[in-house]
């Protein structure tokens, strides 16, 4: 059973339009996240949402709005795409706890934008 | 703001050998926990260990274990008798004990081969 999983694996578009990428989690989760994966591997946080409440939200486009319908969904909304968002896009989830909780991942989504 | 520090872009380790990758971070924080993840071609990412500051003990998991240097800002993972299948991209990570909504920092990444 998939823990995190993430719709579509890969996603080629041209430049302009608008996508989506859904993020699910069966672990009983509160706190889900968004990271982007650039070109050379580097992983860095875009939003987190806790309990469907925007928590983080770090210097991102506005072209780029993340939307949780409930604790266990969270979606990336992208809009104009440019060839600078081509990335992988990873979703995440964890409990929050007193301490800082475990994020478990997951597959990615590859965008790239032609 | 916190950073993490990989000073090692790759690695190479012979099956059955021993290998240790290299981790640095900074913060002010006295409250926070480090995590290495694993990141084979497949693009999952993988937890591997964690190891919360408040605890002097190195963290182990099986082949896996930490060498944590809380003074020194040092956060190690050494790897025994590697496996074809450990050949991946590591990351390690940060993340501050917050109440809500921890985000992790991430290092550039160790890229390790396994040579048979």
Same mark, same amino acid.
């Given at each position: ?48 949402? &806790?309990?469907? $409440? =925007? ?9 780029? @709005?993340? %939307? ?10 992208? &809009?104009?795409? $440019? =060839? ?9 989830? @964890?409990? %929050? ?14 965008? =790239?934008?032609? | ?116």
């Amino acid at each position: 059973d998939t823990a995190v999983s993430q719709t579509p694996k890969y996603l080629v578009t041209q430049m302009g339009n608008d996508k989506s990428i859904k993020c699910e989690q069966n672990l009983g989760h509160d706190t889900m996240y968004w990271y982007k994966q650039d070109s050379k591997k580097f992983l860095k946080i875009m939003f987190s949402y &806790n309990n469907k $409440e =925007l928590i983080i939200n770090e210097t991102v486009p506005n072209r780029f @709005s993340p %939307k949780s319908p409930d604790k266990a969904h969270l979606n990336l909304h992208i &809009n104009s795409l $440019e =060839l600078g968002d081509s990335a992988v896009y990873f979703c995440a989830s @964890s409990q %929050k706890r007193r301490y800082q909780e475990t994020q478990y991942f997951g597959p990615g989504t590859r965008l =790239l934008v032609l | 703001a916190q950073t993490v520090t990989q000073s090692q872009p790759e690695m190479s380790v012979q099956e059955a050998e021993t290998v240790t990758l290299s981790c640095t971070y900074d913060t002010s924080e006295s409250d926070y926990y480090l995590f290495w993840y694993k990141q084979p071609p497949s693009r999952q990412m993988i937890l591997v260990i964690r190891q919360e500051a408040y605890k002097q003990q190195n963290a182990t998991e099986n082949r896996f274990s930490v060498n944590f240097q809380k003074a020194a800002k040092s956060f190690s993972l050494k790897i025994s008798d590697s496996q074809l299948g450990d050949a991946a991209m590591y990351f390690c990570a940060y993340g501050l004990g917050e109440t809500s909504g921890s985000r992790l920092t991430f290092g550039e990444g160790t890229q390790l081969t396994v040579n048979p």
